[in-house]
């Protein structure tokens, strides 16, 4: 789990553009959204890409994205249970 | 009507009121300087495209010297023109979606709309007065002077960001933006032959 995580940093941090960030700057349980990285809803859609192109999983709603997104460690934990690829 | 400040950025050169400015680096290297040594605190900058990255960072040059940063005011309009628009965007939002690997990016997306770069503007200055993006096949100072003026007949704008901001691609860019605003004092007039002298310098 803690290569996902690792992994899954350095692949927010190219999609997202978080220019100056490194991926021990992201704390593994900290909120992506509001205080946290202080990521938009266009983000949100960026994440949803993000994980069907690498990770075959398919997400139906930004709504639903809100859920998986909601720390680096929660998605990695959704991303482990649900891959395709 | 008086300019107040100009602005001109290429690839590789940056003139501020005629004087030019120390950069490193060309294309969007060049921009991604200016940003660090002007605006510093607004990483949504490196989100943005091309184009937006270029209005937002000649408008910081512009403006940034003055009082009362960041207090939002309806009395700014900025108003930009440009030949190419948002046609980088869509060249680079199109390959997301052709052939096999299709992954429609909303980053993307987003910036393929002509007026982005004078929201971005807007949401960075606290600016909400008239926005509005032209398209022109070749800049004409005439028609530019025109237009400028013309927005300053709705009672509410007392000045403006105003310019030239075509983006062909990552390194082909020509940024020439005035702040320009009414019954200012000192300046230099707002015509088109300034304009020209300026953009020509």
Redesign the interface.
Known sequence: MKELIEELKLKIIEALNLEGMTPEQIDDNAPLFGDGLGLDSIDVLELIVLIEKNYGIRLTSPAEGRQVFQSVAVMADYVAKNRKK | MKILHAVCILPDAVRLDGVQLPVSGQGTELL?ALYREHMKDY?K???MDVLSKLGVIATELLVEGEADRFTPREDRAVLLFSKSGPLSDDRNYAKTITGDDY?????LF?YTLANIVTGEIAIRNKYEGDTTAYGLTEFDAGQFVATVRDAFEDRITTSAVCGWADCVDADHFEAVLFLVAQGAATGRDFSAETVNQIKQA
């Open positions: 991604a990483p900058f490196f989100k992954f429609p990016s909303p980053a987003v």
